[in-house]
């Protein structure tokens, strides 16, 4: 087996074809990462094509199962290095298709636990920045949702590198400035729950 302390070729060579089958399993893309990997290629080619943008953003996650499993799996593959610039360019696209992109963040979004770096923290800037655009568009899609939904995408949107995000009560004021108190009601409670959180681990 061993020559002067080295492998031998054959060991060697059985070793590559142990391991070869392993890094070939991990790098092959599943079906929902493929065709958001293509449309997002297409996209880089012609990148102010307006169809080429629509296809893009129809072949983007629109739940979280999805999301996760391709940009932030557990197995770190998939898009993962690149779902930064993936989820960067949605929410770019998101300033002129609103209508496309706000649904599907909050979508997600509220079906997230949590904050995390990367494609999940791109997500939560997503739902910040447009909304900061298109506010009455925000306020539309929420007005919709059961008070358990605001409550679930108001925890996502409430986490942050560093605990508290500081973009929470900012949209806070815009959604009581237009009047909307039961949605407002449902922010409050997920901040004082979340705080109170805060102060149970501390003590």
């Known amino acids: 087996m061993y020559k002067n302390g080295h492998i031998t070729p054959i060991i060697y060579l059985a070793i590559i074809m142990l391991v ?37 953003l129809q072949a983007f996650p629109d739940n979280a199962d999805d999301f996760i499993n391709v940009f932030n799996p ?50 939560q800037k997503t739902i910040y920045f447009v909304t900061d655009k298109h506010r009455q568009k925000f306020l539309d899609i929420v007005k919709e949702m059961k008070n358990e939904e605001i409550q679930s995408m108001a925890r996502f949107l409430y986490s942050g590198k560093k605990g508290e995000n500081k973009n929470y009560y900012v949209l806070i004021e815009i959604i009581e400035r237009a009047g909307e108190k039961r949605i407002a009601k449902q922010f409050y409670k997920v901040a004082k729950e979340e705080s109170e959180k805060v102060l149970e681990e501390h003590e």
């Open 20 to 56: 070869m089958p392993v890094s070939l399993s991990a790098q092959k893309l599943s079906r929902e990462a493929e065709k958001v990997k293509f449309a997002y290629d297409e996209l880089m080619k012609t990148p102010l094509a307006p169809v080429m943008q629509i296809r893009y």
């Open 74 to 123: 557990h197995t770190h593959d998939q898009l993962q290095e690149v779902a930064v610039d993936y989820v960067k360019r949605f929410r770019e696209l998101g300033y002129d298709f609103e209508d496309s992109v706000l649904p599907k963040s909050i979508a997600i979004g509220k079906q997230l636990t949590t904050w995390s770096p990367g494609a999940v923290d791109e997500l």
